[in-house]
């Protein structure tokens, strides 16, 4: 009877952990730079390449950053949410237009509209990784004192805004 105790409890241990995993939506990768100052940076923007832009541009204020290309068929999906959440001015939007050719990536906004107050041009990516950018889209939430508050990866759809993000909004703008 002993001899059975031990594989029983490996296999239970082991049923235990694989049920407490299938709870876990697999779309929702937490981020260990969630509640961490945002990665520093100094980019061009998108539209003008003599003029850039800095993490420390942005302290004092809630801002979105939202990781974007014009290559990225995910992105298609999303811009016209971000598009119309732009017009509703709850929070400055920012793009960090991600491993893109700059012409493309001004012709998408001249295209589809522009939902950024400015788009930063990250054309080798070093930023996005610093990030910890895999993949596009992905949108961060930073809060007044440039601390990461929340990470969306894949697109930002009405239900995402309604159920996570408007309400972290209406938290961090007290």
Same mark, same amino acid.
């Given at each position: 009877?002993?001899?059975?105790?031990?594989?029983?409890?490996?296999?239970?241990?082991?049923?235990?952990?694989?049920?407490?995993? %299938?709870?876990?939506?697999?779309?929702?990768?937490?981020?260990?730079?969630?509640?961490?100052? =945002?990665?520093?940076?100094?980019?061009?923007?998108? =539209?003008?390449?003599?003029?850039? %832009?800095?993490?420390?541009?942005?302290?004092?204020?809630? !801002?979105?950053?939202?990781? !974007? =290309?014009? !290559?990225?068929? =995910?992105?298609?999906?999303?811009?016209?949410?971000?598009?119309?959440?732009?017009?509703?001015?709850?929070?400055?939007?920012?793009?960090?237009?991600?491993?893109?050719?700059?012409?493309?990536?001004?012709? !998408?906004?001249?295209?589809?509209?522009?939902?950024?107050?400015?788009?930063?041009?990250?054309?080798?990516?070093?930023?996005?990784? #610093?990030?910890?950018?895999?993949?596009?889209?992905?949108?961060?939430?930073?809060?007044?004192?440039?601390?990461?508050?929340?990470?969306?990866?894949?697109?930002?759809?009405?239900?995402?805004?309604? #159920?996570?993000?408007?309400?972290?909004?209406?938290?961090?703008?007290?």
């Amino acid at each position: 009877m002993k001899r059975f105790l031990l594989p029983l409890g490996i296999f239970l241990a082991l049923a235990v952990f694989l049920g407490l995993g %299938l709870k876990h939506d697999p779309r929702e990768v937490p981020s260990p730079l969630i509640g961490k100052p =945002a990665p520093t940076f100094n980019l061009p923007t998108l =539209a003008d390449a003599q003029r850039s %832009l800095r993490k420390e541009d942005m302290l004092g204020k809630v !801002w979105m950053l939202n990781v !974007w =290309a014009s !290559w990225c068929g =995910a992105c298609r999906e999303e811009h016209p949410v971000l598009v119309e959440f732009a017009q509703r001015k709850l929070v400055p939007i920012y793009g960090l237009n991600y491993k893109d050719e700059r012409p493309d990536g001004q012709a !998408w906004l001249r295209e589809g509209g522009n939902p950024y107050v400015e788009s930063l041009f990250d054309q080798d990516g070093r930023v996005g990784i #610093d990030f910890g950018v895999y993949g596009v889209p992905e949108t961060f939430i930073i809060d007044q004192q440039g601390v990461i508050r929340y990470k969306q990866i894949g697109p930002i759809t009405p239900e995402v805004l309604r #159920d996570k993000i408007e309400p972290l909004l209406r938290q961090l703008n007290g």
